[in-house]
């Protein structure tokens, strides 16, 4: 039988005629057809033209392959090109997402980078080292500028006795001598630095001195009430404050500010010497000297907290006696008992705060808040009223009694606790969000502690009403969100600072 000659494919006359709609390589060769991609493989194509095959796309359904006898349409073989031209993507952007774009520039330089690489660890210590001398440079400046610009003129004026002078500025002109020879020393270590040098030794020999911060910081609310008391009263210091804060020395700086550097200059160290021992390694020979430098500096630290907070208790103390009809000492509980420490000992905050009163007959909800004097103590809370002037003890609870809120409405109403005496409840609640926060805070941790101290039984219990309230808050309105002057936080937030967080969870 006469081999039978088989004409072109109508695809590969077409295909000569339209350039634009087409793309071709070694192996292959794309058609725009109906706005879809169909890729026709040479190879393919010579085989099959000896064999009488028509071209099969690797996209074509078996269906539509021809079997040994049949006929086919030409329109079968390849769908009708498309004269229209194909449209193009924006020059320079490719999809990332829904309507998301990203520059080929981008893209080409990220995988240039590869992943992105970790500073080096010598590098980061290198410059974490550098802020150190930097910010000491800057810390030295601020001693400087207060003890020759504004402390060493008034010792010759006669404008501030040496008894008001020593208040305001404390230990000042020590805490400049010292820091001198600190930054001297620190500096010849940096000029001299190498991947083997240290600096943990430096503050390891020298922190015994940050001691002397307790002093400032203690000091410290004395001395701005008197710098502050001092310029309003003395024309003469007033005038001289405001002319040497002009001084271009100063920066503009007041003198107020420039004192409140010492402060925060403790917690600066602990933090870059807790950066600088994070990238240095265990085999470098300044890590066992950094680590035992931050442990001092964190000593030194909790002590100057502590002392501050005495100071500051202290003067809490002596307000509120000026106040009182009736002395701690002489017993605040309704039996008069006289207790066997000092207020001191047992004081940790007062404020006013917002009680609602009712009895077991009443409605909780028609009860009237009225602001009263709430002294929080170690073991107790007492609540006190005004007689002529002077606060008097009414109520004295224990902490095992307070009772925390249980639902959310008593949450956004920044309900405290609540307590029973006889026949009469009581609401205590924050008047502010921020009061809310900081007397929150102190119970919490006071609870904790008393916890730890007291075995509490009964089924009013603080502690198996803390276990409801997490079970019954959890399980409906951890989602919900307390919303006040444009102040969101979420209830697990608000909870868990009264009440830390749920037996198995950690803080």
């Not at 081999?3 to 494919?9: G, L, M, W």
């Not at 956004?412 to 926060?437: D, I, M, N």
Request: with cysteine; hydrophobic share 30%; charged share 25%.
């Amino acid at each position: 039988m006469p081999e039978i000659q088989r004409t072109k494919n109508p695809s590969e006359t077409m295909r000569t005629k339209n350039h634009d709609a087409e793309t071709s390589d070694q192996d292959g060769e794309k058609h725009v057809t109906a706005g879809k991609e169909e890729i026709v493989d040479h190879k393919n194509a010579e085989r099959n033209e000896a064999t009488g095959e028509p071209p099969v796309s690797p996209t074509r359904s078996p269906s539509t392959i021809r079997k040994p006898g049949s006929t086919i349409s030409p329109p079968a073989l390849v769908s009708k090109i498309t004269t229209q031209p194909k449209q193009s993507k924006p020059v320079g952007t490719v999809k990332v997402g829904a309507g998301n774009t990203k520059s080929l520039a981008q893209k080409f330089q990220q995988s240039d980078a590869g992943p992105e690489r970790k500073e080096d660890p010598e590098l980061k210590r290198t410059h974490i080292v550098k802020e150190i001398q930097f910010t000491e440079k800057n810390y030295l400046n601020v001693l400087r500028n207060v003890v020759e610009e504004f402390l060493n003129p008034l010792y010759t004026a006669d404008i501030l006795s040496p008894e008001l002078i020593s208040t305001v500025f404390g230990p000042m002109e020590s805490l400049y001598e010292y820091h001198q020879g600190f930054l001297k020393s620190l500096s010849s270590r940096v000029e001299a630095w190498g991947p083997s040098q240290k600096i943990g030794d430096l503050f390891l020999d020298k922190t015994d001195f940050l001691v002397i911060y307790s002093e400032y910081a203690n000091n410290f609310n004395t001395a701005m009430y008197t710098l502050a008391e001092q310029k309003e009263k003395n024309r003469l210091f007033a005038n001289f404050v405001k002319t040497v804060e002009q001084n271009p020395m100063v920066k503009m700086q007041d003198l107020g500010s420039l004192l409140i550097e010492p402060i925060q200059r403790i917690p600066r160290y602990q933090m870059l010497l807790k950066d600088l021992l994070k990238n240095t390694t265990p085999s470098h020979p300044d890590q066992a000297n950094i680590t035992k430098a931050l442990e001092k500096i964190e000593t030194i630290a909790s002590y100057i907290n502590e002392e501050k907070r005495k100071a500051e208790n202290k003067e809490a103390i002596d307000c509120l006696n000026d106040r009182l009809a009736v002395k701690y000492e002489e017993g605040w509980n309704k039996a008069g008992d006289k207790p066997t420490t000092s207020l001191e000992d047992q004081y940790l905050k007062d404020g006013q705060l917002l009680v609602a009163k009712w009895t077991s007959n009443g409605v909780k909800d028609n009860a009237v808040k009225s602001l009263k004097q709430i002294v929080l103590l170690k073991e107790s809370v007492v609540l006190f009223s005004g007689k002529s002037g002077k606060l008097v003890p009414k109520h004295s609870f224990s902490l095992e009694a307070l009772q925390p809120p249980t639902d959310i409405h008593e949450i956004k109403q920044w309900v405290l606790f609540q307590c029973t005496e006889g026949k009469h409840s009581f609401q205590v609640s924050a008047p502010s969000l921020a009061e809310y926060r900081a007397w929150s805070v102190l119970l919490r941790n006071t609870i904790k502690i008393f916890k730890t101290s007291v075995t509490m039984t009964g089924p009013d219990s603080l502690m198996k009403q803390m276990e409801s309230v997490h079970s019954s808050i959890l399980e409906g309105i951890l989602d919900s969100t307390i919303s006040h002057s444009h102040t969101k936080r979420k209830v697990t937030d608000v909870r868990d600072m009264f009440f830390g967080p749920p037996q198995g969870e950690t803080e």
